[in-house]
């Protein structure tokens, strides 16, 4: 009786949720099968997980990140389930929920198109025109220091802007991602090198003519290794590594004991 009552408000909420992203959920069979991991639709059902939206409830998807992080462990170690798998499992999850976001602010920006954008009233026309001239320039002193001042954030913002607007010099864009690195910014790096390379719904007309991009590709999975490794899967089955560049990234991934990751590049390549 107790965990009746300790559970219901929280299945409210889910279902507030649901409604207010309208989520399009499938049966989680055709779920499994879309990502080519059929083989843990028993685990799951024995794990008293029948539906996709039973697995957004047990692993708390829509709640903080932190809470998501002990719903996912918790349904690691309930289901068996290796991490490699899990992490497919969340990002799957994950860009559902962003998708259904992207389509609410977007139906939203349709019904109120007069008034100003939340990004478009912070980000200041002088400072992106400001750092499309240092591409243009191929600027490497503004680079350098850019994304380490007061204004860094604001900088960076310009940067991804002209990114998702404007084709930009590959060396110019060079120098930037050169300066973010000096920075030290790696969750910085992956967010503009996942734009160019990864395939998505926000427009990039860079990633014409960079998304195969052989050393960016490379430098979005070194520095998913080192600061985002509970996503390179998901990096890894969206990207065509060179076949020459595999060994080296393998030998990285076991470094980091990123075991799953290692195996599964290794299979890619054969």
């Not at 989680?28 to 409830?57: C, K, N």
């Not at 497919?88 to 100003?116: F, T, W, Y």
């Not at 007061?150 to 590959?170: G, H, I, M, S, V």
Request: aromatic share 6%.
């Amino acid at each position: 009786q107790v965990l009746v009552e300790t559970k219901e408000p929280a299945v409210d909420e889910l279902q507030e949720s649901f409604d207010e992203l309208e989520l399009q959920v499938e049966p989680l069979p055709d779920f499994l099968g879309s990502l080519g991991l059929d083989e843990l639709l028993e685990p799951l059902e024995s794990a008293g997980i029948g539906s996709v939206e039973d697995l957004l409830y047990e692993t708390s998807a829509l709640e903080e990140e932190e809470t998501a992080d002990a719903g996912w462990e918790g349904l690691r170690v309930k289901a068996r389930i290796k991490p490699g798998h899990i992490i497919r499992l969340r990002h799957a999850l994950e860009e559902m929920i962003e998708n259904s976001e992207k389509k609410q602010r977007g139906e939203e920006m349709e019904s109120s198109s007069s008034a100003p954008t939340k990004s478009s009233s912070k980000i200041d026309p002088e400072r992106v025109a400001n750092v499309r001239s240092a591409i243009v320039r191929q600027d490497e002193e503004f680079f350098k220091k850019a994304y380490s001042g007061e204004d860094a954030k604001e900088n960076f913002e310009a940067t991804l802007a002209l990114l998702k607007t404007e084709f930009l010099e590959p060396v110019g864009l060079s120098k930037a991602v050169k300066g973010l690195m000096t920075a030290d910014k790696p969750l910085w790096i992956i967010q503009v090198l996942k734009l160019i390379l990864l395939p998505s719904s926000e427009k990039c007309p860079n990633r014409e003519t960079q998304g195969l991009n052989r050393n960016l590709i490379n430098l979005l999975i070194v520095f998913a290794v080192k600061a985002e490794p509970e996503k390179l899967m998901f990096y890894l089955e969206k990207l065509d590594i060179f076949p020459d560049d595999i060994p080296k990234m393998v030998k990285l991934m076991r470094n980091s004991h990123l075991e799953e990751e290692a195996k599964y590049l290794e299979s890619k390549s054969r």
